[in-house]
């Protein structure tokens, strides 16, 4: 006859606890990474103080400090940097501190404004200064093109464009949509984008030697001489390429110039006023290259609110329209200011972007993987409601953690020494269980410490290592519950095998709700708490959830598996199972309690 179904298979339930462990091993290995991450205080790391700075010079709102303390938090988190803090210090400043070596690129994102802004082109050149350039010098072949000893340029020498159906006006080739980045067919005939220096003129004569031309620039409809002047005088391949009032959205017309150079070129533009904020992006995320779309780039997609869309649809209307009319036209490019320099300006050739979404990419050189996510991740948290300035940088040493994280190793393998000590005095062969139980909840935590690591950039801190000492309590007491409901079924008489389940069965509820009631506590504390307290309750609450595990998947199953050794099983003294030395001792007990309630009474 087969045996019944509901039979305990203890060697089943071991062996898949260890497969997973093997397997979250593994996962360790190929992450390249065995030892755990550590936090501020145990591996150094950067401290920064950032000061917003004001138009008025005056301290700023307290509210708008408390926004940006929450969305620098938010892009903490966003990156997957664990342990770092950020906090409002004083009236006026944020301390940011970061911890690991090589995290200025986290430190800058933390700071970065984001402030996003989505302006039409008017007038585009290379960002070298064109304030004061000579005119040109090119002789024309016909006598009467001579004046005064100096030959002038003849109007086919001047910058005209041929239409094109390329986005080529921007050096960069980026694209807001999938649609902007596919190629156009190119009508025959050059095609010289405004604002670039044209190609070689034409009528010159052979033989006379040619000087670089000055594209005459396009300003209808730019109603501001002052920007023009600005224009002209700003040098794109010097200082950090902010032109000032380049990122303030209340100004009409801004020169600003390209976020990044390409090919050794750096392009400026005049940008009017401004059609669609960073408010008004719902989400952004970075996208990985796509081949059957085209996409030879990372880049990052875009969703709009309904305002937005609206607004993004009337702009990209209004150029390609202009597209329509002059293709070549810079009014015919849609410009994306992030914090005062053009990240993109594509050629808008393909009709109006209706559906509330855009993209922004670039060359795959510089737009990867890391600066996708990078942007994505500011603007996804919306932009700061300061500027602010990074008054000091430093590096914070680990000596001093190091020496405390000394100490409390050694007070934790006093604690862990005592408790193997107790086991093994009190439950003899049994505690045998408690200690390998919790030896396998120290390497279960260890890896899953390590794999956290690597994959959401968790790192271990003093407050995390208290609270994995504490979990030794927790995880023993779990054990010595269910031990004590093993040995008053022994007490009642009953057989071992027969006992290891039904003091399961009575154990298995009362260790259950304990670490419920500990796990809800530390989730409560980390939600509430910042900080390094923050940090303590994440390890309680992970190595609650691992001692549900281990108790579940290896106490229990290892103990049902000795019960069935001659050793457990026939009560040899040593095993802590001695049925006849634990009703003994009960007997005892009752006798010694009888006796002194016998002797109140007298």
């Not at 003129?201 to 920007?227: A, E, L």
């Not at 031990?483 to 022994?490: I, S, T």
């Amino acid at each position: 006859m087969a045996p019944p179904s509901n039979v305990p298979k203890p060697g089943r339930t071991l062996l898949a606890l260890f497969a997973i462990m093997v397997v979250l091993a593994c996962v360790a290995v190929l992450q390249g990474r065995t030892t755990p991450k550590l936090g501020l205080d145990l591996a150094g790391g950067t401290t920064v103080t950032l000061t917003a700075k004001t138009e008025s010079g005056k301290n700023p709102p307290s509210s708008q400090m408390n926004q940006a303390v929450k969305i620098m938090t938010q892009r903490v988190n966003g990156l997957g940097v664990s342990d770092a803090e950020v906090a409002k210090q004083g009236s006026n400043n944020i301390v940011v501190n970061v911890p690991g070596e090589g995290q200025g690129r986290v430190v800058s994102l933390i700071g970065t404004t984001a402030k996003l802004q989505f302006r039409q082109a008017f007038a585009i050149a290379d960002g070298k200064p064109t304030t004061g350039a000579p005119a040109p010098q090119t002789p024309t072949p016909t006598p009467t093109g001579k004046k005064d000893g100096k030959a002038s340029p003849s109007p086919s020498a001047s910058a005209s464009a041929s239409p094109s159906g390329s986005p080529s006006a921007t050096p960069r080739g980026r694209a807001l949509s999938q649609a902007l980045t596919a190629p156009t067919p190119t009508p025959s005939g050059s095609a010289t984008p405004s604002g670039t220096p044209s190609g070689t003129p034409t009528g010159v004569p052979s033989g006379i030697p040619q000087q670089p031309q000055q594209p005459q620039q396009d300003y209808s409809g730019i109603d501001d001489k002052n920007v023009i002047k600005q224009f002209e005088a700003l040098n794109c391949y010097t200082g950090d390429r902010r032109a000032p009032g380049s990122n303030d959205p209340n100004r009409k017309w801004v020169a600003a110039c390209d976020q990044k150079e390409e090919n050794g070129q750096v392009t400026k533009y005049i940008l009017g006023p401004v059609r669609v904020l960073g408010e008004n992006v719902d989400g952004a995320n970075a996208m990985p290259p796509d081949s059957q779309q085209g996409q030879a780039s990372w880049s990052v997609s875009l969703k709009f609110d309904g305002k937005g869309g609206r607004q993004f649809g009337e702009v990209t209307t209004e150029a390609y329209r202009a597209y329509q009319q002059n293709p070549s036209s810079p009014q015919a490019q849609i410009a994306i200011v992030l914090d005062g320099q053009v990240v993109s300006a594509p050629s808008i050739n393909r009709g109006a972007i209706n559906g509330g979404t855009a993209s922004i990419d670039g060359p795959p050189d510089s737009f990867n993987r890391q600066y996708a996510t990078d942007l994505a991740n500011v603007l996804k948290y919306g932009a700061l409601p300061l500027e602010f300035t990074q008054s000091s940088i430093d590096e914070v040493s680990s000596t001093l953690g190091a020496d405390q994280l000394e100490g409390g190793l050694i007070a934790g393998g006093i604690g862990l020494g005592l408790v193997v000590l107790y086991c093994m005095l009190y439950y003899r062969g049994l505690g045998l269980v408690a200690v390998s139980s919790l030896a396998v909840a120290s390497a279960i935590t260890y890896v899953s410490v390590v794999i956290l690591g690597e994959g959401m950039g968790f790192r271990l801190s003093l407050p995390h290592i208290i609270g994995l000492i504490v979990s030794i309590g927790i995880t023993a007491d779990s054990f010595i519950v269910y031990f004590e409901r093993l040995r008053d079924e022994l007490r009642a008489g009953r057989k071992l095998r027969s006992s290891v389940e039904n003091a399961w069965k009575r154990a298995r509820r009362t260790i259950l709700v304990a670490d419920a009631v500990t796990f809800l506590a530390a989730l409560v504390l980390y939600f509430l708490a910042v900080g390094g307290v923050r940090g303590f309750a994440f390890a309680m609450g992970l190595t609650t959830l691992i001692d549900v595990v281990v108790v579940f998947f290896f106490t229990k199953p290892m103990v049902a598996l000795l019960s069935r050794t001659d050793f457990f099983g026939r009560g040899h003294p040593l095993s802590g199972l001695d049925a006849k030395r634990l009703r003994r001792s009960a007997q005892n007990s009752a006798a010694s309690k009888a006796a002194r309630t016998t002797s109140q009474e007298v």
